[in-house]
T-cell receptor, first 111, second 110 residues
Framework: EAQVTQNPRYLITVTGKKLTVTCSQNMNHEYMSWYRQDPGLGLRQIYYSMNVEVTDKGDVPEGYKVSRKEKRNFPLILESPSPNQTSLYFC??????????FGSGTQLSVL | GEDVEQSLFLSVREGDSSVINCTYTDSSSTYLYWYKQEPGAGLQLLTY?????DMKQDQRLTVLLNKKDKHLSLRIADTQTGDSAIYFCAESKDDYKLSFGAGTTVTVRA
């Protein structure tokens, strides 16, 4: 089954404790992206990657890092999380003409 | 996002048609999308339309595009309880970087 898998689904952490949210897709898509969803703001893009070893900033990249060492994986790293990064995070992948395929989301709370 | 605007809420009676409206600002948008988000789930692509099209129909869904006014609408015929969800409008120049609206919460009442 074609899917984008994110882990964990829920995460509660404290300010400053580094964390990684994993994302993996099994569709051989070249393009992958991270979004955060906040009430009243819709989805905002954090980072994206057009292919392996190619990453670029989206609209709200501050406080986040990503890497793309393999085509299928695109982890999101928060080196020093802060409460304003409490949000619902989505990973997505795409091949041209098919639209974005989204993961089920990761609800992050930073205390 | 500020480049894509849509109303936040819509309440509709079961069996009626729903119309969700969206406006965007970027005249160079090539792809325009509608996504559906059910509670606790990710976004699911419902349909999309190219900017050189006026209309696209897919079963109960009809998308209308007025490129001059930069207005996009999604009509759901014979709305069912399973259509209750958040609907997101989005636009893109390249089918990769999408800009999303804030989402319209559709509530279907019996």
């Amino acid at each position: 089954e074609a899917q984008v898998t994110q882990n964990p689904r829920y995460l509660i952490t404290v300010t400053g404790k580094k964390l990684t949210v994993t994302c993996s897709q099994n569709m051989n898509h070249e393009y992958m992206s991270w979004y955060r969803q906040d009430p009243g703001l819709g989805l905002r893009q954090i980072y994206y990657s057009m292919n392996v070893e190619v990453t670029d900033k989206g609209d709200v990249p501050e406080g986040y890092k990503v890497s793309r060492k393999e085509k299928r994986n695109f982890p999101l790293i928060l080196e020093s999380p802060s409460p304003n990064q409490t949000s619902l995070y989505f990973c997505a992948s795409s091949q041209t003409g098919e639209g974005l395929f989204f993961g089920s989301g990761t609800q992050l709370s930073v205390l | 996002g500020e480049d894509v605007e849509q109303s936040l809420f819509l309440s509709v009676r079961e069996g009626d048609s729903s119309v969700i409206n969206c406006t965007y600002t970027d005249s160079s948008s090539t792809y325009l999308y509608w996504y559906k988000q059910e509670p606790g789930a990710g976004l699911q692509l419902l349909t999309y339309i190219f900017s050189n099209m006026d209309m696209k129909q897919d079963q109960r869904l009809t998308v209308l595009l007025n490129k001059k006014d930069k207005h996009l609408s999604l009509r759901i015929a014979d709305t069912q309880t399973g259509d209750s969800a958040i609907y997101f409008c989005a636009e893109s120049k390249d089918d990769y970087k999408l800009s999303f609206g804030a989402g319209t919460t559709v509530t279907v009442r019996a």
